[in-house]
Nanobody, 112 residues
Framework: QVRLVESGGGLVQAGGSLTLSCVGS????????AGWYRQAPGKQRDLAAT???????NYADSVKGRFAISRDNTKDTVYLPMNSLKPDDTATYYC??????WGQGTQVTVSS
């Protein structure tokens, strides 16, 4: 079992930046792929980005070139720096170890 705690969400103007962090508990964190998903009001939860334990990354087309997922396995932490934010990026962002667990989510709101 793993506990995931996200932080870093907030309100930002379009074009601005935020960095989300997710700290995991338990040794399993560093041997599993980690990811960020997001869910806008009334919509399904969709992938934003994933990163393998070795650092290979995958992104949704909508965030490529603007978001850059990374991880620090010594700190059991995964990061999601987000640049050039758009109102369409407004959502609750969830950290996950797929198949293992989810965080509680952190809200990101981008104003136009």
């Amino acid at each position: 079992q793993v506990r995931l705690v996200e932080s870093g969400g907030g309100l930002v103007q379009a074009g601005g930046s935020l960095t989300l962090s997710c700290v995991g508990s338990g040794s399993i964190f560093r041997i599993k792929t980690a990811g960020w998903y997001r869910q806008a009001p009334g919509k399904q939860r969709d992938l934003a980005a994933t990163i393998t334990p070795a650092g290979s990354t995958n992104y949704a087309d909508s965030v490529k070139g603007r978001f850059a997922i990374s991880r620090d396995n010594t700190k059991d932490t995964v990061y999601l720096p987000m640049n050039s934010l758009k109102p369409d990026d407004t959502a609750t962002y969830y950290c996950t170890l797929p198949g293992v667990g989810w965080g509680q989510g952190t809200q990101v709101t981008v104003s136009s």
